[in-house]
């Protein structure tokens, strides 16, 4: 499985992105996705997450009410649409994938990753 993220880069405060986490070599549908970031000079933190199924999905207490996590697996794809973004929000944008299972917020239960996408978030 190999993942791809895309979508990122430079916005004001108030914007919005979309990112997007598009997977080869596997049907991402077996898998439950989550997105990270890390910001410079500080460690990789869990930002949202969906289930295989499409129908749970999971929040960082920082992002609720302005990310929205979907998937579509017609397009071996997984979105993440970023609204109202705050300057706390720039870093590295990384998607993981895994088997399903718990502690979706949790890095290490991750086995697969995509090489990152710089969000930047100023005026």
């Known amino acids: 499985l190999h993942l791809v993220e895309s979508g990122g880069g430079f916005v004001q405060p108030g914007g919005s992105l979309r990112l997007a986490c598009t997977a080869s070599?596997?049907?991402?549908?077996?898998?439950?996705i989550g997105w990270f970031r890390q910001a410079p000079g500080k460690e990789r933190e869990f930002v949202a997450a969906?289930?295989?199924?499409?129908?749970?999905?999971y929040y960082a207490d920082s992002v609720k009410g302005r990310f929205t996590i979907s998937r579509d697996n017609a397009e071996n794809t997984v979105y993440l649409q970023m609204n109202s973004l705050k300057p706390e929000d720039t870093a590295v944008y990384y998607c993981?994938?895994?088997?399903?299972?718990?502690?979706?917020?949790?890095?290490?239960?991750?086995?697969?990753w995509g090489q990152g996408t710089q969000v930047t978030v100023s005026s």
């Open positions: 993981g994938a895994r088997f399903p299972g718990s502690d979706y917020d949790e890095d290490y239960t991750y086995d697969y």
């Open positions: 969906i289930d295989w199924s499409g129908d749970n999905a």
């Open positions: 070599g596997a049907i991402l549908e077996y898998y439950d």
